[in-house]
Structure formats: structure tokens, C-alpha cells
């Protein structure tokens, strides 16, 4: 089993079924404190029966905490989130006052894609995507337009990028990884206007259906992974 501060999940590990996200708004100057308490949860107990590994990442411009799980599959994630997430919610609630649990939701990867060689993220972004309905084909059909966009070069510091749908086809959660923060908020502020570089682009942000969008720049702070369920 590994342990790292600062390490991230494979997210393209082919025995991943299903990833949780759980998020937590903390007060303000006991964000550490929260996703400490966070990481600290999972010492309690055996480790879960399907899951494959858990990460905490720390907002980097705000009061967000956010983990990820992966889980072999939907059996196992649906018995961890009836159980053991509500206990460890009210842990972390508990031990740093002010600190609320927003929920947890379900995905299931739909889409990846790398850019150039492998190398070590130190800055993770979770763009959400919220549609007014639930809709997975509407949902997918929206992953594939993304993918279906002209290609162009990706700015530096870009490592790779992964699309997942809610289980109930409501969200899309695009979890990218870049070297740094500053490599990242150099990209964005340079990046031109959607819809002048081509009509697709506007096509993608105007989507039928599409409510809300939400971009959150994140810390990788702890991760741990249990042993592979191949070879």
C-alpha cells in the first residue's frame, strides 16, 4: 500500500469502475485542518473491500477539500457511501467546526487523454459541468464533442485531462493535471475567446441543457492506493 504527500491517482487505471467525489467547504484558515482530518479517517478501520486508492487535494484559491476515491466497482462504492462516507463526514464536520459537507457523487470515466510524456502533476483542476436534467447520452454526447473540437497545441504544462460522467448523467467532472499552478494560470489567462477561435467552441459552452459551470484549481495534499487487482 502507498502512502505520499503531494501524489496523485492514476486516473486511467483500467480497474477503476467508479470514482467519488466528497467535497467540503472549510471556514477560513482551518481548511489544512479539515482535509488533515480528512486523511486522518482513513487510518480508522480495514481498508474497504473495492477500493483502490484516496486522495485529498486542498483548494488552492478558496475553502474548498476535496477527496477521490476509486472504487473496483459500483457495488462497492454503493455500499461505502451508505455506511462509512456519512460517518466520515460527520468525523471531519466534527473535529473542525465551521466545516460543511457539500455531498458526495458518483462518476464513471468516459474519456482521457494525455499530452506528450508522463511527468509528476502539482496542480490538479476539476472543471464541473452541471445540466439542468439528468441525461447520460446528453452528458456523453457532450464528452465526445469536447474530444471532437479541432485540435490545436497544448499550452505547456498541460499533462493530461480525464472526462467523467455522473452515474446519473447530471454532471460532468473533467479532472486535469498540470505541473503547477503557474503553468495553469498562465494558459488561462492567455487563452483567446471560444467562440472566436471556432464556432464549435460556443457550441460546447452554450450545450442545451448546460446550467452551470465551476473551475477550481486544487493541491494534490495526500493520496494512498491499495495493491493492483492485476497481475
Do not use: K
Not at 502507498?2 to 467525489?21: I, K, Q
Not at 457550441?203 to 484549481?217: A, D, F, K, N
Amino acid at each position: 500500500m502507498e502512502h505520499g504527500r503531494g501524489a496523485v491517482p492514476d486516473m486511467s487505471r483500467p480497474e477503476a469502475g467508479v470514482t467519488l467525489l466528497s467535497e467540503w467547504v472549510a471556514v477560513a484558515g482551518r481548511q489544512r485542518r479539515a482535509a488533515d482530518a480528512v486523511v486522518g479517517s482513513w487510518a480508522l478501520g480495514r481498508w474497504p473491500a473495492g477500493l483502490l486508492s484516496r486522495s485529498c487535494l486542498l483548494d488552492a484559491d478558496g475553502p474548498w477539500v476535496a477527496q477521490l476515491s476509486q472504487w473496483a466497482d459500483d457495488d462497492a462504492a454503493r455500499a461505502y457511501t451508505a455506511v462509512s462516507e456519512p460517518r466520515l463526514a460527520r468525523g471531519v464536520t466534527e473535529a473542525v467546526p465551521g466545516t460543511e459537507w457539500t455531498g458526495t457523487v458518483p462518476y464513471l470515466r468516459c474519456r482521457s487523454r494525455q499530452f506528450g510524456l508522463r511527468r509528476i502533476p502539482g496542480c490538479i483542476v476539476l472543471v464541473g459541468r452541471e445540466f439542468e436534467t439528468p441525461d447520460t447520452v446528453r452528458a456523453r454526447r457532450w464528452v465526445d464533442a469536447m474530444f471532437a473540437l479541432p485540435a490545436s497545441d497544448p499550452p505547456p504544462g498541460l499533462i493530461s485531462t480525464h472526462f467523467h460522467v455522473s452515474v446519473d448523467g447530471a454532471r460532468v467532472l473533467n479532472y486535469v493535471e498540470w505541473t503547477s499552478h503557474d503553468e495553469h494560470r498562465a494558459a488561462a489567462s492567455q487563452a483567446p475567446d471560444a467562440g472566436a477561435v471556432h464556432p464549435s467552441f460556443r457550441e460546447i459552452e452554450t450545450w442545451p441543457g448546460l446550467r452551470r459551470t465551476t473551475v477550481r484549481r486544487f493541491t494534490p495534499h495526500r493520496h494512498t492506493s491499495g495493491p493492483s487487482r492485476h497481475g
